[in-house]
């Protein structure tokens, strides 16, 4: 991951950290084989809210991204979804994980990945959050999110069972895929059991041989859901350390005008 220094090539900046949203850009770049410099935000300090990244993004979220456009100036970029369709579409000449602009499956492939920025990482992350980092347990929020969440994966599953390749839409892995990834991987954190969708579970495990993916999900740290999922005492200490810093971020940004 070494950033280029060629007045014509890209000058990619990746600011971001180990969450769902965050490696679904580590890994699109790992799987266009772009070259990158990450600059890691500690979400836990709040140092996205600080004055030089709120220039990069201005709603003071991760991840985020700069280059050098076509006219030589940088530009900025933030929204996961965003991202990934500026980078298929200025750096994706193959179709590697994209296709033509419009094609039926170019517009397939944003159907869902609107699914997932609209749907699945919304409804799921207020899944974790009710269950992992809610001061105090409220089961209607827990139940509400949680069967959403597992409503989305059923549809989810049900795509991927008429699958021919195994992947979302047509013959190949793309962004759409990526962006559910790193929230379906970690589907236990919200009280979903993936074993529930064969063919997602399926699925779930062809990403993650994808060399790509297991390349781009370590950034900016070792993504480690899996090891989690298996360890109930490192998942509860890793719930409370969560909660505390989620808790004083609501509370930073309720005293803000």
Known sequence: MASSTSTSGPDIHLYTTQ???GIKIS???EELGLPYTVHKIDISKNTQKEPWFLEINPNGRIPALTDRFTDGETIRLFESGSIQQYLVE??????RISYPRGTREYWEVNNWLFFLNAGVGPMQGQANHFNRYAPERIEYGVN?????????YGVLNTQLEKSTSGYLVGDRCTIADIAHWGWVTGAFWSGVNIDEFPAL???DERMLQRPGVE????VPDPHRMKELSKDPAKMKEHAEKSRAWV???????ATKK
Do not use: F, S
């Open 144 to 152: 509400r999110y949680v069967n959403e969440t597992r409503r989305l």
């Open 19 to 21: 969450t769902p949203n």
């Open 90 to 95: 200025r750096y994706d000449t193959e179709h």
């Open 215 to 218: 390349k781009g999900r370590h």
């Open 27 to 29: 890994i699109t770049l």
């Open 247 to 253: 808790q004083q971020g609501m509370k930073a940004d």
């Open 201 to 203: 579970k399926a699925w």
